[in-house]
């Protein structure tokens, strides 16, 4: 099974800032990797598919960046509806496997 | 619109079975693969297994594998997932989700979530 590794669990963001996110696999995945927003008591929703293709209605202060083992998500402009917990998930191999999330939290 | 609508929340004891749904439309449900997530309070997301509703071919995580059923039917265009001896563990918010891909790969639309409870 392939690990998923996301860091900081926490990032601490003022709005109007950049975050960048990271998500690192056990082995490498090529460019199979997805990344979600979840927002509390809400199911999560599609970002990013490919490591880089944002998903429809996504706005492109979200983009997606890396290959193999080393992948980011880069917010380029936190707006008060980014502080959410973020999620990247592989497809390269089965099973399927989930990061375990980094929260962005209003600095 | 794609939707995927879910059954309500569930309250159940240890040892007894239960089974929840998940309803799309919208879409072509039976020629789309639906999965199913698990996230225990305050955790992240767990892959569970995928079924295709067009010939119920259904694969599990193995984490997952003998511990619940993943079924489907398309005659009304919606999924499940039972278990026949629920635990304490058990304890989550189960989600319903669309896969695409060509190989069974991300999850583009998921459905609001059922909250299951066990407890005695």
């Known amino acids: 099974e392939i690990v998923m590794t996301q860091s900081p669990a926490t990032l601490s963001v003022s709005p109007g800032e950049r975050a960048t996110l990271s998500c690192r696999a056990s082995q490498s995945v090529s460019s199979t990797l997805a990344w979600y927003q979840q927002k509390p008591g809400q199911a999560p929703r599609l970002l990013i598919y490919?490591?880089?293709t944002r998903a429809t209605g996504i706005p492109a202060r979200f983009s997606g960046s890396g290959s193999g083992t080393e992948f980011t998500l880069t917010i380029s402009s936190l707006q008060s509806e980014d502080f959410a917990v973020y999620y990247c998930?592989?497809?390269?191999?089965?099973?399927?496997?989930f990061g375990q999330g980094t929260k962005v939290e209003i600095k | 619109e794609v939707q995927l609508v879910q059954s309500g929340a569930e309250v159940k004891k240890p040892g007894e079975s239960l089974k929840i749904s998940c309803k799309g439309s919208?879409?072509?449900?039976?020629?789309?693969?639906i999965a199913w997530v698990r996230q225990m309070p305050g955790k992240g997301l767990e892959w569970m297994g995928i079924?295709?509703?067009?010939?119920?071919?259904?694969r599990y995580s193995p984490s997952f594998e003998g511990q619940v059923t993943i079924s489907a039917d398309k005659s009304i265009s919606t999924a499940y997932l039972q278990w026949s001896s629920l635990k304490a563990s058990d304890t989550a918010m189960y989600y319903c989700?669309?896969?695409?891909?060509?190989?069974?790969?991300?999850?583009?639309?998921w459905g609001q979530g059922a909250l299951v409870t066990v407890s005695s």
């Open positions: 079924i295709y509703p067009g010939d119920s071919d259904t």
């Open positions: 989700a669309r896969v695409k891909g060509l190989t069974m790969d991300w999850l583009d639309s």
């Open positions: 919208g879409f072509s449900f039976s020629g789309s693969w």
């Open positions: 998930q592989q497809y390269n191999n089965w099973p399927r496997t």
């Open positions: 490919g490591a880089l």
